[in-house]
C-alpha cells in the first residue's frame, strides 16, 4: 500500500498514467481482471503462489489503486453496493453446499 508518506516522482506518474491507459479500454479492463485473478491477487494462496500474488499487488500500486487515498474511495464504494449481485440459492432454488 502507498501510504501518504510515499514520495512520488513526475516518473512515477507519467508511467502510472501510462499503465493506466493501456487497461482502460473494455478489454484491456477485461485483461487486467483476468491477469489479477490468475495471479491469485483476490485470494488467500499457498506459499508456492504468493511470489504471483505479490506480482498482482505490484501491479495494483503501479496503477495507483493501492494508494491510501483510493483505498478509502474504493471500501466506500464497495460498502455502496448490493451485498450480494447474484441470485441466492433460495431465489434460484438450487441446493448447495458450497458458500462460495
Request: proline residues 4%; charged residues 30%.
Amino acid at each position: 500500500m502507498i501510504t501518504n508518506h510515499t514520495k512520488l516522482s513526475n516518473e512515477d506518474m507519467i508511467n502510472r498514467y501510462a499503465v493506466r491507459k493501456a487497461y482502460n479500454t473494455p478489454d484491456g479492463r477485461l485483461e487486467l481482471i483476468r491477469l489479477l485473478t490468475d495471479l491469485g491477487t483476490f485470494r488467500e494462496v499457498n506459499h508456492e503462489e504468493l511470489p504471483l500474488r505479490n506480482y498482482g499487488i505490484r501491479k495494483l500500486e503501479e496503477l495507483g489503486f493501492l494508494d491510501i487515498e483510493v483505498i478509502v474511495e474504493v471500501v466506500n464504494f464497495l460498502f455502496s453496493l448490493p451485498l450480494a449481485l447474484r441470485p441466492t440459492v433460495e431465489e434460484t432454488g438450487e441446493v448447495t453446499d458450497d458458500l462460495l
